[in-house]
């Protein structure tokens, strides 16, 4: 096989996760995983600089987002599972990088900006949070990552890690190489209220809900309200239904429901029938695989095991060469 390389990429570990995740990030790590070797890492250090007062529920969060990535399809026997903070040299190279990395790199950092003025300020006003891409770069050049699939938001971090490698090449020996992102496209996926799908919206559809909870969900979604008898013409447009169902574009000739919809043809009922069936279907091998792995938890820790072993070996090697370049070895 002709070696591509690595992929590296990662997830915080901060809840469960919904279809938008799924038809976003993680289909695309289905994808990848047949073509490439891949490095899927928990991000938990990440987790920590904006969560960092709150650790309780980190454990179990970090458990159930593998058992979601393995139940949707993440192959543990190719693919590399690992969590960041078991792999001392993530912290140790994001230091090293952090001494070549000007401050105004990462004032300027969009994300930075945004969030900044999204959460409250003294929480996030911390050098963890400012260093977040420094210690993003570390992930990546770590393992020498040449393709990184991220959501569009990821895009100024991976330009930093390009700016933070091509520095570090410069200043000491050509080590890394200039990693490029694969955009993993994420609809913005509508949740069961017509607003973007989102845990702080509550209005998620859960990877690990269980059929009936997902029936009910949809069941409960409100569509046009001025149609009050099946007859009465509908508005797609103005319908959560609708919005949710045209990001299932495999399962639906949207031309048939926006047209009988609109002619007063199609109830509602049946509409939301349909919708969920296709969302179980897509589902569908998720849940023997889950109701595994919930009960046998203790595979999940050995997955993280056998990552940790293999991520361990590359990430030491990497860091000989890194110490020698800056004459630290
Ligand atoms: N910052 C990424 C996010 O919030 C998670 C992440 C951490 C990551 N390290 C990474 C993604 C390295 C790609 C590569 O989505």
Redesign the pocket.
Known sequence: MVDKGIV?????PTGKLHLGNLMG?LNMWIKLQKEYSCFF?V?DL?ALTTDYGDTKEIRENIVQMVIDWLSVGIDPKNTVIFR?SEILEHSELCLLLSNITPLPWLFRNPTYKEQLKELKKEEIFTHGFLG??V??AA??LLYK?KI????I??LP??EL?REIARRFNNLYKKVFPIPRQILTESPKLTGTDGRKMSKSYNNCIYISDDKESIIKKVKNMITDPARIRVSDKGHPDICSVFALFNNFPHHFAKYDIERECKEGKLPCVECKQWLYSSVLEDLKENYEKRLYYEKNKEEINKVLELGKEKALRIARKTMEEVKQAMQLA
């Open positions: 590296l990429s990662g997830m915080r990030a890492m991000a990440h960041q977040y891409p210690l993003q992930d990546i990552s990184v699939p991220v959501g938001d990821q971090h991976l890690t």
